[in-house]
């Protein structure tokens, strides 16, 4: 067995290792999913597969606020760039910058010419994801409802909250997805709001194999169990690492399996999350590990 030091409080993951199996099919995608405070709590292996890596699930949460204004929607996206928010005691308007294959696509400002201060969210994508969006809304001047406050959470920084919190709240899971579109209704004001999420999947090509895992642990709350809080997987062909999933906080960890092995497969421990994780490996080849015997 090979192991990866992981520990907490002097307290050994002991399931955090990797097995040496015989290899079997190789698993070829797999699902990751959180809970609203992003501890990575569901992994879903699935079999062998022909599509593309990387497929993504849509679905449409909200809207949350009035009727007023005219209804737009921004369609859907790779991911969240860059958001520009326009606020004072409500939220005037909202743009996005959405990612493309890679290059930036700016959406039509939503909402009306206010000039309140103007707030510019930049992610790091595409390190950052956008997760998740709480905020108020209610009746303001215009005797509508519109939305009142906006606070925005990303795999990495919570940014706000951006106007007045009055009125009624909302917020939702994401449950392992990303918010990949807006959709909703503007005026004078964002009159109300709602989001296109994209789970991601992470599904390898035929003569591909991941081999290499990393990511981050922490406990809920103070001197508590700790529970996986994001993971980032690289594939043997993926130029790009899949993820990060999750927030990236607490004690991080890496494993990258020795030349020529490939992981096969997980364990770990879990209850209402992901407590622990490991690999089962295949057999390094004999002509490789010749070669690091004789490095």
């Given at each position: ?13 002991d399931v955090v290792g990797v097995d040496v199996i015989d290899p079997s099919d190789l698993f070829k995608s797999l699902m990751v999913a959180k809970t609203i ?35 737009w929607d921004d369609g859907n996206y790779g991911g969240v760039r860059k958001i520009s928010i326009i606020h004072d005691s409500c939220i005037d308007s909202i ?201």
């Amino acid at each position: 067995m090979y192991s990866l030091n992981v520990s907490l409080n002097n307290q050994e993951l002991d399931v955090v290792g990797v097995d040496v199996i015989d290899p079997s099919d190789l698993f070829k995608s797999l699902m990751v999913a959180k809970t609203i405070d992003d501890e990575v709590y569901h992994l879903h292996l699935m079999g062998r597969g022909n599509d593309e890596a990387g497929k993504k699930e849509s679905t449409f949460v909200g809207p949350w606020g009035g009727n007023g204004g005219s209804p737009w929607d921004d369609g859907n996206y790779g991911g969240v760039r860059k958001i520009s928010i326009i606020h004072d005691s409500c939220i005037d308007s909202i743009s996005v910058v959405y990612d493309k294959d890679g290059k930036p696509v700016a959406a039509p400002k939503r909402g009306g010419v206010g000039r309140s201060p103007l707030t510019e969210i930049k992610l790091q994508y595409p390190k950052e994801f956008l997760i998740s969006v709480s905020g108020h809304y209610g009746v303001f001047h215009s005797g509508n409802q519109v939305i009142r406050s906006l606070t925005f959470q990303s795999t990495r920084r919570t940014f706000g909250p951006y106007g007045v919190q009055e009125g009624k709240p909302f917020s939702f899971s994401t449950d392992g997805a990303q918010i990949v579109g807006f959709k909703g209704r503007s005026g004078s004001y964002l009159d109300a709001v709602g989001f296109k999420l994209s789970k991601s999947i992470i599904q390898l090509k035929d003569h591909d194999s991941l081999e290499w895992v990393s990511g981050h642990y922490a406990p809920v709350v103070t001197d508590g169990p700790p529970v996986i809080k994001s993971l980032t997987f690289k594939s043997k062909n993926s130029k790009e690492p899949f993820g990060p999933y999750g927030q990236e906080r607490g004690t991080p960890f890496s494993f990258r399996a020795p030349n020529g092995a490939k992981i096969l497969g997980f364990k770990g421990r879990s209850q209402n999350h992901l407590n622990a994780i490991g690999f089962h490996l295949s057999k390094v080849p004999l002509i490789n590990r010749m070669k690091n015997t004789l490095l």
